[in-house]
């Protein structure tokens, strides 16, 4: 019997939901879904310039498991380019200690350690729920 899947902890959401091929309609596009824990893995090895050891342990995963999310993360961006999908960032094993919120007007993604009912940035009250810690 495997092993129950651990949750893969993500220090904070994308401040974008993905990205598309300049000039095409988003209606018109297949899409490809890079999931948040596969954003954290790309995020910590090439923006961050951590090892795997290292980000294995800030995800609170084995290392073979955080080369097998970091290929499918590099796979799936490789698929959305070079295919010229758009690529959604959503869903996931996953947790964080913070609420994930983005604003319903302006779009601004907010991240906090308790709830947030109005946008900090343009005060509106359509704040909708990305995450919340469990």
């Known amino acids: 019997m495997p092993n129950q899947r651990r949750q893969r902890k993500i220090q904070s959401p994308p401040p974008m939901d ?7 309609r988003m209606k ?3 899409k490809v879904i890079l999931l948040f ?3 954290e893995a790309i ?17 609170d995963v084995s290392r073979p ?28 094993t996953y947790i964080s200690e913070n609420y994930w919120v983005r604003c319903g007007k302006c779009s601004k993604l907010t991240t906090a350690p308790d709830p947030v009912q109005n946008c900090p940035h343009c005060h509106s009250d359509k704040m909708k729920n990305i995450h919340q810690p469990e």
């Open 37 to 39: 824990e596969e954003y």
């Open 65 to 92: 498991t955080f080369t097998r999310i970091y290929k499918k993360a590099r796979q799936t961006v490789a698929k959305a380019l070079v295919e010229g999908k758009a690529l959604l960032i959503e869903g996931g």
């Open 18 to 24: 993905g990205f598309k091929p300049y000039g095409v």
């Open 28 to 30: 018109n596009m297949e």
């Open 43 to 59: 995020r910590l090895i090439d923006h961050e310039d951590l090892n795997q050891e290292e980000a294995a342990a800030r995800m």
